[in-house]
């Protein structure tokens, strides 16, 4: 990596720990302050460069017509007509802390009784690496969760998890994200993790909230999130 004259990471807590790893293990000359590594005469810069999303256009999408209309098929239909409902959007990976997800839903729901019934969460989960017997058997556990907790909470007129093991085009994804009351982003670790921004960005009503796993790099930016 110090071939290079420059480095990018995501944030500035990547650059900081690359530096502190380049000084530490190989004994490289480091200015933090101007981000700079010095190693056997080559000089490389370390900066931030976070990823992103195009923010208008996941507006332009959210405020489609089409979108406007499949929103209310959506809500319309008996799985999602419910006064509260959230979303979580991952591909199915361990890192994503989908099984911590679905633990704290369910242990929110024995605590607060009240809301079964008034409450759904949306999970949308992407196929990854479908051929790795770990992840597969991520797979097995999110969805024997899944059939748990809507035998315990739910009844034969609703369930408290909508679970979608599938791809979504963004056409789709949007009505989705506009259409939560609040997205859950729990991830166990996440360089960044784009469907934090996408939900903020097709939340063009800005009623949605969002809830962020602190070790997902997107926290760093959006810091009027609720922060887990």
């Not at 420059?6 to 530490?24: I, P, T, V």
């Not at 056997?40 to 990823?51: D, H, Q």
């Not at 997902?216 to 922060?227: I, Q, S, Y």
Request: hydrophobic share 40%; glycine share 6%; charged share 25%.
């Amino acid at each position: 990596m110090l071939g290079n004259d420059l480095l990018g990471f995501h944030l500035d807590q990547y650059c900081r720990n690359f530096l502190e790893c380049a000084e530490r293990v190989l004994g490289a000359s480091v200015d933090p302050k101007a981000g700079v590594v010095e190693y056997e005469g080559r000089e490389t810069w370390v900066r931030p460069f976070p990823i992103s999303i195009d923010y208008s256009w996941w507006a332009r999408l959210a405020r489609q017509r089409h979108t406007a209309r499949r929103m209310t098929q959506l809500r319309a239909k008996s799985e999602l007509a419910f006064p509260i409902v959230g979303l979580g959007v991952d591909r199915l990976d361990y890192t994503k802390g989908i099984v911590s997800r679905f633990q704290a839903i369910e242990r929110f729901l024995e605590k607060y009784p009240a809301y079964q019934g008034r409450f759904c969460f949306v999970q949308i989960a992407v196929p990854s690496r479908t051929q790795i017997d770990e992840y597969r058997q991520v797979k097995e556990q999110v969805e024997s969760l899944v059939e748990r907790i809507n035998d315990r909470f739910g009844s034969d007129t609703h369930k408290p998890i909508y679970y979608r093991y599938e791809h979504f085009e963004p056409s789709e994804l949007v009505v989705y994200y506009r259409m939560a009351d609040f997205a859950m982003v729990s991830s166990l670790h996440d360089g960044m993790n784009l469907v934090a921004k996408e939900f903020v960005a097709s939340q063009v009503e800005c009623k949605g909230v969002l809830i962020c796993s602190e070790f997902a790099g997107a926290a760093e930016a959006l810091d009027n999130a609720l922060l887990i």
